[in-house]
């Protein structure tokens, strides 16, 4: 779906299927979505928005987290959880580009391509951001204690919005990029999957089924304004850092989003998770 500021919204495919991380070409004429079929299978797909063609850009495996280059003649993407594969579109063969043990998922590119910002999920440091080279050389770029997601890199190169849990919620966190200088804090109550604008004047997150939008200025100091809710929709959304999908995108125009259209009823569906659930079975039925 095409949605505007006031939530709005008007299919720009006609298609339907479990779709997530839907992804805009940086020149707005083709759409890469990411398509859950079941039985541990997501393929990735891109769609022509001039001529209405599909091409399916993965199979078999699990893939997912489409993301263009910013020249726009390949995709990245996580296959299998643990490497990070480029590919063109219609071609045969990918190209492996990082390997780990453990779950990588791509985030963005500085703007001329050169380094991709990726972040994995570690047993000990939990979710770090790295950054990898275009000669293949990678080094993590933020790895604490606490669980660190989804990099995106300002269109100016000059600030890395991301999402931490270091103050005991997920929050969105501003900071220079590449030098050193003050993390700022941008959510006020939880946020995910930061986006920015194409002008690189706001940046979009989302808290639960909202949009949230945040604008800036960087001289003579950088500062952010309160955070205002666009809208609230029918729309996927993401739980948690852990999500392994984004769940929008922003149009080239700054003025729309691409998102992922639910029925009411899918809409409704949450997951809980139940803690200690031992504890609670012992009390519930006691052994004799």
Do not use: C
């Not at 729309?256 to 039925?285: P, T, Y």
């Amino acid at each position: 779906m095409l949605v505007d500021r006031q939530g709005v919204g008007k299919p720009i495919v006609d298609e339907r299927g479990n779709f997530l991380s839907p992804r805009y070409s940086p020149d707005g004429t083709k759409v890469a979505v990411e398509r859950f079929e079941g039985s541990g299978r997501r393929t990735i797909w891109v769609f022509d928005l001039v001529s209405g063609a599909r091409v399916r850009l993965t199979a078999g495996g699990e893939n997912g987290m489409p993301l263009w280059t910013p020249g726009g003649d390949r995709i990245v993407y996580w296959s299998d959880y643990e490497t990070l594969q480029s590919k063109v579109v219609g071609a045969d063969a990918a190209n492996e580009l990082f390997r780990s043990t453990h779950p990588v998922f791509p985030g963005s590119w500085t703007p001329g391509g050169d380094d991709l910002f990726f972040y994995e999920f570690h047993p000990v440091t939990r979710g770090d951001i790295w950054v990898l080279s275009e000669a293949g050389d990678a080094r993590p770029l933020i790895a604490t204690e606490f669980q660190e997601g989804y990099p995106q890199l300002s269109p100016d190169g000059s600030w890395l919005a991301y999402v931490s849990n270091e103050s005991g919620r997920h929050e969105v966190y501003v900071q220079p990029y590449p030098g050193a200088g003050e993390r700022i804090a941008v959510s006020t109550d939880g946020g995910f999957e930061p986006q920015w604008s194409p002008d690189g004047r706001e940046l979009f997150y989302r808290i639960g089924a909202r949009v949230m939008a945040v604008s800036f200025q960087t001289s003579p100091v950088f500062r952010s304004s309160r955070p205002v809710e666009l809208f609230e929709g029918p729309y996927t959304s993401g739980a948690t850092i852990a999500a392994i999908a984004t769940t929008y995108d922003v149009a080239p125009d700054g003025e729309h989003f691409l998102m992922i259209e639910g029925g009411e009823e899918e809409f409704a569906k949450q997951l809980h998770f139940a803690l200690n659930w031992f504890d609670e079975l012992k009390r519930l039925a006691p052994r004799e």
